[in-house]
């Protein structure tokens, strides 16, 4: 009945279209279409119709943008609810979807999608439009968010993955440019070894979606998921551990230290000089603005150190969408709502420059007042100029596993372990190797790896 | 007629505590029976749930990571309780003995870790911990001394130890404490006509007598071993490597409900747990038993 009305809706002329939209009332509200395009009548029936939207996201402040979307569309009433962060988010984002009564719209990070694709919880966006915004972003982001040809998630943001150093540090080791190649930063990682009281930087045991990104920099696949049944695991493979043993070395010479990140000693060994740089992702020069504050104007940003400098190449740590739970009554709106916030410039430049998200659409890419940002913590460094370069670096094939959850914990005991404790790193690759192969067997996949 | 009243009378304590019954029945037995049922399916990411019998089980008794969590919490068990418990009861002693000074205050004192909440007091002691920037840590380099790092893989079970003693040392102080209060001062005055110094007096008179408070605070520490699940949950953030999904059978459970999304394997192993809690707490309740009937 739904689908026959929206078909009508389309072939009929405008004349008749007062028809249709009474057709299309008899669902109030519960629009669900499966497999038609949803017309433009209908998406203004939807977001002219008092509605109310749930949506769950751990993003600071977003209020802000709900607030410009509300007054956009004064008949849709959006509750924001902060449900937890990262792996709580997802526990309760299951929960409820399979509970029936889920949020309308979710968050997820980029890494998440494909699993809660797997379980059949997100909405196809394709029928409501969004293959036509998809070229308003920078394609490798665009596509995390698709997958078996589904547009399941809108960008929010992205983490591009860059080198941010003290320029103070590396000058009084006697290291003028920031590292070219990987080789030049063993180098330089000797020379603030042997010349002053730190390390060139931290390798945190923890952190997976860190060292997936350089894996990624590196151009290794670890990962492919058909959207079906059939994954490919292949984390000890003879490319990542080409990488792993490059920081082998490092580890070893003691090179860079292996602290836990985003702890108390972390943070004191940024403030206090421990750590002369950071490899980290677009997200971090603000963030670490804050959390350093005492090192204001020692910092620069420089592009990840490179394997090939012909062929400058970078990953992606972190970042996050906003997806449709097929649960939701009022996917117009919701969809709309995700669109909107990510898509429409003002709130869009406003996750840039409120909420300091490093942004996925390529008119706040080019936006001034976001390139031209010339923050004091970096000497007046453009750097968002830089780091919106180094996007478009970004290998666009990587694929995550649908189960990143226990890839990331297990990942902690068998890789991180090593790290943690400077042993074996290619053991710790082939021990993450077996559990994962291990995990999506008993799992039902086929695995290939 | 005598019979109607007592009949009355049975049918009023059977409503009095019908609503116990309804919530026990609704709230444990329910849950209980469920998370059985569960725990004998399947849920596969791919294939969807199927009916497995006792496979679940059977995975669990070859589960290395299931092994090594009882195993550590047995090291545990046998190491952190004797210390926690002589510790309460040196305690509960001195204060009784009513020879230490301001024993109010201290009474107090040794209780207030237990008023803490437990996430505060991960927090604090895994700040104290820290390798570097730790009050430890900062003793440690001041003394010149390597510094020690009790967030690795090798010490963490005995820092966790640490604080779980720093907590219910005064929770357990205060069962035996107030166990000792009752004592009744005849025996005290027969044992000092008698000329029974103050040791003799706590060895032979009251450790006797606070038997049974004592081997309640034992059941009640084997079970509590068994179920750690705060404290590797909240150190988890200070040391990612150290503490691995399956540190602890509760926390192997919890991990494997909500991380790896395997309830019914989660139900199984939760069920195991308990019957080891139950076996456990069954042995030592016989061997006190026994040795009570030998004395």
Known sequence: MRTRASRTAVALGAGLLT??????????????????????????????????????????????????????YPKIHVKVE???????????????????????????????????ALSGELADLTPYGAKDIANDYVPWVWKQGVANGKILAIPQDSGPLGNLYREDILKSAGIT?????????????????????????????????????????????????????????????????????????????????????????????LNQGKYAGWLT????????????????????????????????????????????????????????????????????????????????????????????????????????????????????????????????TNFNETFGAAVAAHGDLS???????????DYGTKQGFTVNG | MAHGIKRKQHLAAYAFVLPFFVVFAAMLVAPLVYSGYLSFFADRLIGGVSFVAFENYLRAFQDPGFLAGLGRTALFLVIQVPIMLGLALFFALALDSGRARGSRALRLLIFLPYAVPG???????????????????????????????????????????????WTYVGYNMIVMYSALKSIPADLYEAAEIDGASQWRLAWSVKIPMIRSAIILTVIFSVIGSFQIFNEPSLLLELAPTAITQSFTPNFYAYNLAFVNHDINYAAAIAFLLGFVIMIVSYVVQLSTQRRERLS
């Open chain 1, 19 to 72: 028809t249709a939209l009474l057709l299309t009332g008899c669902t109030p509200g519960a629009s669900k279409p499966s497999t038609s395009t949803v017309s433009q009548a209908e998406i203004d029936k939807a977001m002219n119709t008092s509605t109310n939207l749930t949506f769950w996201t751990w993003v600071p402040k977003i209020q802000d943008q709900v607030d410009l979307f509300e007054k956009k």
């Open chain 1, 82 to 116: 902060n449900v937890g962060q990262g792996l709580d988010h997802y526990a309760k984002v299951r929960t409820a979807s399979k509970a029936g009564n889920g949020p309308d719209v979710v968050q997820l990070e980029y890494q998440f999608i494909s699993s809660f």
């Open chain 1, 177 to 269: 440019d920031p590292p070219k190649t990987w080789d030049d930063y063993k180098v330089a990682a000797q020379a603030v070894k042997d010349k002053t009281n730190s390390v060139i930087g931290n390798m945190a045991p923890n952190q997976g979606a860190g060292w997936l990104g350089l894996l990624w920099q590196a151009g290794v696949k670890p990962f492919t998921y058909d959207g079906k049944k059939s994954v490919t695991i292949h984390v000890n493979s003879p490319e990542a551990k080409k990488v792993m043993a490059y920081w082998q070395d490092m580890i070893q010479k003691n090179l860079v230290t292996t602290d836990p990140d985003f702890t108390d000693e972390w943070y004191a060994g």
């Open chain 1, 281 to 408: 992702a677009a997200w971090a020069p603000v963030f670490l603005s804050g959390a350093a504050a005492d090192t204001s104007g020692k910092w620069r940003a420089a592009p990840l150190p490179q394997w090939d400098p012909n062929k400058p190449a970078s990953g992606n740590w972190g970042g996050s969408a906003d997806a449709v739970l097929k649960t939701s009554k009022h996917q117009i709106a919701a969809y709309e709502l995700a669109k909107w916030i990510n898509h429409a410039q003002e709130p869009a430049l406003l996750f840039a420059t409120e909420q300091h998200f490093f942004p996925t659409a390529n008119s706040v890419l080019e936006d001034p007042k976001f390139v031209g940002d010339q923050p004091a913590f970096y000497g007046g460094q453009k750097v968002n100029e830089l780091f919106a370069g180094i996007s478009k670096t970004v290998d666009p094939d990587w694929q995550w596993l649908p189960f990143m959850e226990f890839a990331y």
């Open chain 1, 427 to 437: 053991a710790g690759l082939d021990a993450w190797q077996t559990a994962l192969v």
């Open chain 2, 119 to 165: 996430v505060v007091a991960v927090l604090m002691w895994g700040y104290l911990y820290g390798k570097q920037f730790g009050l430890i840590g900062q003793i440690t380099n001041a003394l010149g001394l390597a510094p020690l790092n009790l967030l690795s893989n090798s010490n963490i079970l005995f820092s966790i130890m640490n604080i779980v003693t």
